[in-house]
C-alpha cells in the first residue's frame, strides 16, 4: 500500500485574508493548472519507506 501527500506550490488565498508581499498565488482551489506541485511525499507501507519526490528531479 502506498500513502501520499501532495503539496501545491502557490498559496490560496482565504476569505477575508489579506495578501502577504513576496508569496505567490493561484486564482484559488480550482485553478489546478496555477497552483502547481511543489512536492510528493510518499510512503510504501511494505517496505516501511519514505520518499519525496520534488521538482528539480
Do not use: S
Amino acid at each position: 500500500m502506498l500513502i501520499y501527500d501532495v503539496e501545491i506550490a502557490k498559496a490560496v488565498q482565504g476569505k477575508g485574508e489579506t495578501r502577504i508581499d513576496g508569496v505567490q498565488y493561484c486564482k484559488g482551489w480550482t485553478d489546478y493548472a496555477g497552483m502547481g506541485v511543489a512536492c510528493v511525499c510518499a510512503y510504501d507501507v511494505n517496505e516501511a519507506r519514505y520518499r519525496v519526490f520534488m521538482q528539480d528531479g
